[in-house]
């Protein structure tokens, strides 16, 4: 059995290839600016988004453990003992646990960018599920995935919850499920948590919590850039911004200026116009038809929706 302290880095190109964390220096430097949502995902950003998760306002968890639970013996007889479940962004590994009671695999693979948070949360599976053999890997699940030649290729289900298809561009998530169902035998399948449109301000509310959690969520983005390049971001000047995006469909996280300003780090330096954004976070919000759709078009012949009474959010098992 693989410990769970023992952390190996996934087989994945990264950014470094061409200079530490080149892809939020060229986003920072661009007009408009952006950041990958990826970089909220330090330590300190993993545990606010656990917070997130908790707040009232923030559906989009407790609805999938919902249905997850609803219909957990028509998954279960979907999915037979003894698979490999891999949580692609598994965090603190806390949903894999009702999944691991719901599918008795016989082992759970962690993939998530943030090492620290992951490696504790593999340690709590591995402790709540003892006959699972647990193994977690670091990795930037943005790139292309090679999973060490141990991990059985039959019978895989990749477990891809809480609505995180959601924060790529429709070109991006297309391409991020072609890649998982290059993880999957004939015999493996895509368990996927999906947001559904609804009301706006049931989104907006969602992202614009009354606690502040998911504002410090956004700024603490700046903390974790100012870690890798050494940049001089205070987050003082920096206001969270969230709205519905009616024209694309998505809900934007922003991170806008309250003053003109102008941030350095070795080699580089940017100014910010008072009132000027780095768009953080994308988070579409889709039909069923629309993701039934997608998955088509990345090679999925077969999908399975299972939603909550009211509609707003889908979980979808789909087969190759």
Excluded at 51 to 64: A, K, S
Excluded at 88 to 109: E, H, I, M, T, Y
Excluded at 202 to 226: I, K, P, Q
Excluded at 266 to 288: D, V
Aim: charged share 20%; aromatic share 8%; net charge neutral.
């Amino acid at each position: 059995m693989d410990s769970p302290e023992e952390l190996a880095p996934a087989a994945v190109p990264t950014a470094e290839a061409h200079g530490p964390h080149a892809d939020l220096a060229a986003g920072l430097l661009a007009t408009p600016a952006t950041a990958s949502p990826k970089y909220f995902y330090d330590a300190r950003g993993s545990a606010l988004f656990e917070q997130i998760t908790r707040l009232p306002e923030y559906y989009p968890t407790r609805t999938e453990q919902h249905i997850l639970s609803t219909h957990a013996a028509a998954l279960a007889g979907e999915i037979a003992p003894g698979a490999t479940v891999i949580e692609w962004g598994a965090g603190n590994c806390d949903k894999a646990r009702q999944l691991c009671s719901l599918l008795a695999p016989a082992r759970f693979v962690a993939l998530d960018i943030s090492a620290d948070c992951l490696r504790e949360g593999a340690r709590r599976l591995q402790a709540a599920c003892p006959a699972v053999q647990v193994r977690a890997l670091a990795a930037d699940l943005t790139a292309e995935l090679a999973l060490p030649a141990d991990v059985p290729c039959e019978r895989r289900v990749v477990f891809y919850p809480g609505s995180s298809i959601g924060n790529f561009d429709p070109p991006q998530a297309l391409d991020l499920l072609r890649r998982m169902r290059r993880l999957l035998g004939r015999d493996g399948a895509l368990l996927l948590g999906v947001d559904l449109l609804k009301p706006v301000p049931v989104l907006e509310a969602a992202y614009n919590d009354a606690a502040g959690v998911t504002a410090a969520f956004n700024r603490n983005l700046l903390r974790h850039a100012n870690r890798l390049l050494g940049s001089d971001f205070a987050e003082r000047d920096w206001e969270h911004h969230a709205f519905f995006n009616a024209a694309h469909g998505r809900i934007e996280m922003h991170l806008r200026a309250l003053r003109d300003l102008r941030v350095r780090w070795p080699g580089h330096a940017r100014a910010f116009g008072r009132g000027e954004s780095i768009h953080t976070e994308n988070s579409y919000k889709y039909s069923l038809g629309g993701i039934t759709d997608l998955l088509a078009r990345a090679g999925f012949s077969q999908a399975q929706p299972w939603t909550d009474a009211q509609g707003w959010y889908a979980v979808l098992l789909a087969r190759p």
